[in-house]
T-cell receptor, first 111, second 117 residues
Framework: GNSVTQMEGPVTLSEEAFLTINCTYT??????LFWYVQYPGEGLQLLLK?????DKGSNKGFEATYRKETTSFHLEKGSVQVSDSAVYFC??????????FGDGTTLTVKP | DTEVTQTPKHLVMGMTNKKSLKCEQH?????MYWYKQKAKKPPELMFV???????INESVPSRFSPECPNSSLLNLHLHALQPEDSALYLC????????????????FGEGSRLTVL
């Protein structure tokens, strides 16, 4: 079956630090890949996506590249802010219509 | 309008009560989902409706009963729940499959936080 593995958290960084959250996946076929973010007390919202190999998704300073050869979709941001504190979920979706989520990584950014 | 709206935001119910969670979207999406999320865990899929028909039931206990009255509305009827059913219930929608085009991006509501006493 499909699976998504995220680096274990939590992650604590100082403001303006560089962020990397690792994500690797196992899937049959050619999945679409996503990063969702969940702020405290809210639902999940899409942060960025990539639908084919070598695509780069980007939004709000975050980036991730779909690497088929390493089955990875690592999330990066050059300079984090306190407002980026949230839980980040890596996910994949196949044509079957079901999404598979990683366990989530809690990011805390301190001023 | 790019929102998925869920009501109520908070619900407290006893184990003998009957209540319903409601979800609405006006983005023209043809797939709608119910997820259950426990604290510090990823969402767990419960049900999927595709073109108003139930297409996936992830072996959810019958005390949870979904309903899709039309393409914009999704309900989750709750009856005789257990304390361990306390969680955040998330509704989501997506474009759905159309002519073989791959989709999958989910649009989530803010959730209904359910407490079962």
């Amino acid at each position: 079956g499909n699976s998504v593995t995220q680096m274990e958290g939590p992650v604590t960084l100082s403001e303006e630090a560089f962020l990397t959250i690792n994500c690797t996946y196992t899937a049959t076929g050619y999945p679409s890949l996503f990063w969702y973010v969940q702020y405290p007390g809210e639902g999940l919202q899409l942060l960025l996506k990539a639908t084919k190999a070598d695509d780069k998704g980007s939004n709000k300073g975050f980036e991730a590249t779909y690497r088929k050869e390493t089955t990875s979709f690592h999330l990066e941001k050059g300079s984090v802010q306190v407002s980026d504190s949230a839980v980040y979920f890596c996910a994949l979706s196949t044509n079957a219509g079901k999404s598979t989520f990683g366990d989530g990584t809690t990011l805390t950014v301190k001023p | 309008d790019t929102e998925v709206t869920q009501t109520p935001k908070h619900l407290v119910m006893g184990m003998t009560n009957k209540k319903s969670l409601k979800c609405e979207q006006h983005m023209g999406h043809r797939a709608m989902y119910w997820y259950k999320q426990k604290a510090k865990k990823p969402p767990e899929l419960m049900f999927v409706y595709s073109y108003e028909k139930l297409s996936i039931n992830e072996s959810v206990p019958s005390r949870f009963s979904p309903e899709c009255p039309n393409s914009s509305l999704l309900n989750l009827h709750l009856h005789a729940l257990q304390p361990e059913d306390s969680a955040l219930y998330l509704c989501a929608s997506s474009l759905g499959t159309s002519g073989g085009k791959r989709t999958g991006e989910l649009f989530f509501g803010e959730g209904s936080r359910l407490t079962v006493l």
